[in-house]
């Protein structure tokens, strides 16, 4: 049985809850709990109870406490790693008072338009907060709230993003990082700070808000009493300020501001995201110029429909997701959820190019097609905004490094080498954000620097794929139908 200090690293994402136990010494996993959630509504609509996450997460450490055969009094610190952008309302006793908004609720859509245009475009809000408001922005959702229900707003005595809501529940204190903070649209990246013109210009009070720690590795806190005891673990514990969940897979991968852009990350999850950390602060319309948790940045780009959407077909097609072939003539555009990127809220997904011969499962291996050119024409986007031309051979030859629940996934991880040409990088740790956020413990607990902690445990090691020939006809026909559908995608 293990005597050295352990870490929890969690990671409360769209669909699950996963804490891993985590050697501190040497990074070592040694288990890790996982709990499902529910997430409910549609035509837009996309909540979750914040008590969810709460009884999510007690689940997952219970289940690492067992598995890992850990004696809880080596438990030495906690982070949150959580799904950015969703809006927690909470009332004066901390209760929430409606379930959260998540970031891929797109009834905000029309609020984030209307603030796009409230302050003088686009240009002006990258230039303070890094970002464009989007229907996934908190901003948006809190105008949408206050709009379409107004009672809720009233009632409303803190507002919180999914990490800072359980890390309150953890620690007593009100606390955020900078990297989740730069997902509101109320934070500066700019400044550091939140922005007060923003604030007066969606109605919010600066103290509804948490203070914003100076990285995801601050310790806020410590385990208080009533946590303690729900968890299982000793009282007193570190707390660290956590962060958002992409912000947390670059902690795990070892990989602080410098040198990221040449190996950019792509995440597969109900998300599919595409990040590379920089030094440079981001500031361009086409990505979301987040922070990172260690002080340096992270631009970004997000797509609605990832894997849920993928499995989503599977399913519609009666196929298991791994049974899927080359879609052949067959585009699918899997826009389920509306889409992010490009910034289509009111898009629903698209078929064409049947034929009498057309198979379900060519029908299934269009939709992963789909899927995965919208996220790399985001990378690509992503590349360019960063000053690199993702055309250059040096840059077409760089690895990818695939992460999230999909880069397990045969079929996912063929289908964005044949569509990247590129080499690929699949991480040994299926839970990079929960070793991220584990890091930021550690680092919390000790004082160390997260990023050279979690190198040192190794996050990023990795199988290489080498690169096959790029499927460029696919591409072609999957991007051409993209941009002769967008104009029918832009309404409902
Ligand atoms: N072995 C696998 N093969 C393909 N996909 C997988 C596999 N395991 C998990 N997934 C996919 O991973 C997704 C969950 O990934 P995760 O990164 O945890 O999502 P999220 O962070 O959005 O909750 C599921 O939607 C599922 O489709
Ligand atoms: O909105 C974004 C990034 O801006 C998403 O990436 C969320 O952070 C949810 O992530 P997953 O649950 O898909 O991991």
């Known amino acids: 049985m293990p005597t050295q200090a352990v870490v929890i690293g969690v990671d409360s994402s769209t669909q699950s809850t996963k804490a891993a136990f985590i050697e501190a010494a040497t990074g070592r996993t040694l288990a890790v709990g996982r709990a499902a959630h529910q997430v409910s509504g549609d035509h837009g609509a996309r909540e979750t109870d914040p008590e969810v996450w709460w009884n999510a997460l007690r689940e997952a450490v219970a289940i690492g406490l067992r598995e890992s055969g850990v004696s809880a009094s080596a438990v030495t610190g906690?982070?949150?790693?959580?799904?950015?952008?969703?809006?927690?309302?909470?009332?004066?006793?901390?209760?929430?008072?409606?379930?959260?908004?998540?970031?891929?609720?797109?009834?905000?859509a029309p609020q984030a338009a209307a603030l796009t245009e409230a302050l003088g475009g686009p240009e002006a809000w990258t230039a303070r907060t890094g970002s464009v408001p989007v229907a996934s922005m908190t901003a948006a959702k809190w105008q949408w709230l206050r709009e379409n229900e107004p009672r809720a707003a009233k009632a409303t005595a803190a507002v919180r993003l999914p990490h800072d809501f359980l890390t309150e529940r953890l620690s007593g204190s009100a606390a955020t990082d900078p990297g989740d903070a730069s997902g509101t649209c109320w934070?500066?990246?700019?400044?550091?700070?939140?922005?007060?013109?923003?604030?007066?210009l969606v109605g919010l009070e600066a103290d509804l808000l948490p203070e914003v720690a100076e990285t995801g590795a601050t310790r806020v806190g410590s385990l208080i009493d009533a946590a303690a005891e729900d968890l299982g673990l000793p009282t007193g514990i570190a707390v660290a300020a956590g962060t958002g969940d992409n912000m947390a897979a670059a902690v795990g991968l070892g990989l602080g501001g410098a040198g990221l852009l040449d190996h950019p990350a792509l995440s597969l999850g109900t998300s599919g995201t595409v990040f590379a950390a920089t030094r440079t602060r981001p500031a361009s319309p086409v990505l979301a110029g987040f922070a990172a948790a260690d002080g340096t940045y992270l631009p970004l780009a997000c797509t609605l429909n990832c894997t849920q959407a993928v499995d989503r077909i599977a399913s519609l097609l009666g196929l298991s997701r791994d049974t899927a072939e080359a879609g052949g003539e067959v585009v699918l555009l899997p826009y389920l959820d509306g889409e992010r990127t490009p910034d289509l809220p009111a898009a629903s997904g698209l078929l064409t190019g049947l034929r009498h011969t057309t198979s379900r499962q060519q029908i299934l291996g269009a939709a992963y097609e789909g899927a995965v050119v919208t996220v790399l024409r985001a990378l690509d986007e992503v590349l360019r905004a960063c000053g690199t031309d993702p055309a250059d051979a040096d840059v077409a030859s760089r690895p990818l490094r695939l992460v999230g629940g999909g880069a397990r996934g045969r079929y996912w991880v063929e289908t964005v080498r044949r569509l990247s040409g590129r080499p690929l990088l699949i991480p040994e740790s299926d839970e990079l954000v929960a070793v991220g956020a584990a890091a930021l413990a550690?680092?919390?607990?000790?004082?160390?620097?997260?990023?050279?902690?979690?190198?040192?445990?190794?996050?990023?090691?990795a199988a290489h794929l080498p690169p096959v020939k790029r499927d460029m006809e696919t591409w072609e026909r999957v991007s051409e139908v993209l941009e002769r559908a967008t104009p029918t995608l832009l309404t409902r």
């Open 442 to 461: 550690a680092a919390a607990a000790s004082g160390e620097d997260p990023v050279a902690l979690a190198s040192r445990w190794q996050g990023g090691r």
């Open 78 to 108: 906690i982070a949150v790693a959580g799904q950015q952008h969703g809006l927690v309302v909470l009332d004066s006793s901390g209760r929430p008072v409606r379930p959260a908004l998540l970031w891929n609720d797109t009834r905000s």
């Open 187 to 200: 934070y500066s990246t700019a400044t550091g700070a939140y922005d007060p013109r923003l604030l007066e």
